[in-house]
């Protein structure tokens, strides 16, 4: 399949695979890229002898296209900014943040440069600083949101844009990926499939909520706290969200509550105190499966209904 950002970035298949902290590192970026796709090693606020041995690890096991992304609020973005540079990473996704300080040093170096958006005033801006593609990022994706659906958002950044645009947000199978393109998306990005990857190295407690969830097993939470989150739903989540619905925790216990509270999900599968991050669409996702399969299977599908 072959579009725009097939061209941009050099790889078989148009999706990235969503730069997910704590989660996203180089055994499972690497199978993504080997297997057609583009991966990412999640940058978040994790020390920088860290992510320079996972870049190194992610080049020794893939030729391919692969990205890293940065968390701009991070306490360590310059020096991650430098990092991408220095490792010569051929692409940078950026979150939370205006990366335009940014921009035009990792374009000197080389270095494609794909801000995530959650509106389309956001989105010009990040064409006027120079950036190659955007991602629209719906309300339906996990982990950090905006308030716009991947629906309503995608064709209006479309229609403002005259960079590619990759959709994400609720994309887990091969219908998703036709409805993106038929919205104008040159690509996609999917992070909840791809923690149902074998690749993935998350507690087996955390694939497994992944694997059983239903289509109301997701919650949003934090939104008072300005930092709205999407994640399943277990005791620990739910009780967030009741206390921010009735008032029970201040903005500041609530923050107090959940620091930590990913890695502890990630590394440790703990129910009781673990934030479980994941998409509205982990309904669709049914199995464990090899990174190569979701991928093939997924786009096979897409193609047979753009073919029809």
């Not at 072959?2 to 298949?13: A, S, V």
């Not at 296209?65 to 973005?77: C, D």
């Not at 959650?118 to 801006?125: E, H, L, M, Q, T």
């Not at 990022?137 to 844009?161: F, K, N, R, Y």
């Amino acid at each position: 399949m072959k579009t725009k950002i097939t061209e941009l970035l050099n790889c078989e298949y148009p999706i990235l695979q969503g730069g997910m902290a704590w989660i996203a590192e180089s055994k499972l970026a690497s199978a993504v890229s080997n297997a057609g796709g583009v991966g990412i090693i999640a940058g978040g606020s994790a020390p920088i002898d860290y992510l320079r041995e996972q870049i190194r690890a992610c080049k020794s096991m893939t030729d391919k296209t692969f990205g890293v992304n940065i968390m701009l609020m991070s306490p360590n973005a310059d020096d991650l900014a430098q990092l991408v540079i220095d490792e010569k990473v051929p692409l940078v996704t950026t979150g939370a943040g205006n990366p335009g300080k940014y921009i035009s040093a990792w374009k000197e170096a080389g270095i494609k440069v794909i801000p995530v958006i959650p509106s389309v005033a956001i989105a010009k801006r990040m064409e006027r600083a120079g950036a190659d593609a955007v991602v629209a990022e719906g309300m339906e994706s996990g982990g950090h949101i905006g308030e716009i659906t991947t629906m309503c958002l995608v064709p209006q950044v479309v229609d403002a844009l005259s960079i590619p645009v990759i959709a994400a947000g609720g994309i887990a199978d091969g219908r998703g990926i036709a409805a993106s393109f038929m919205l104008g998306a040159e690509g996609v990005q999917a992070g909840t499939c791809f923690l149902a990857s074998e690749e993935c190295q998350i507690n087996p407690t955390y694939k497994e909520l992944v694997v059983k969830a239903k289509d109301t097993d997701s919650v949003v939470t934090g939104r008072y706290t300005g930092h709205p989150c999407r994640g399943i739903k277990t005791k620990f989540s739910k009780m967030l969200a009741s206390g921010e619905k009735d008032g029970t925790l201040t903005p500041d216990e609530f923050e107090n509550l959940t620091l930590g509270s990913l890695r502890k999900a990630v590394q440790d599968g703990n129910l009781d105190e673990g934030s479980f991050l994941c998409g509205a669409i982990a309904g669709l996702v049914r199995e464990v499966k090899p990174c190569s399969e979701i991928i093939k299977e997924m786009f096979g599908q897409a193609e047979k209904l753009l073919n029809a």
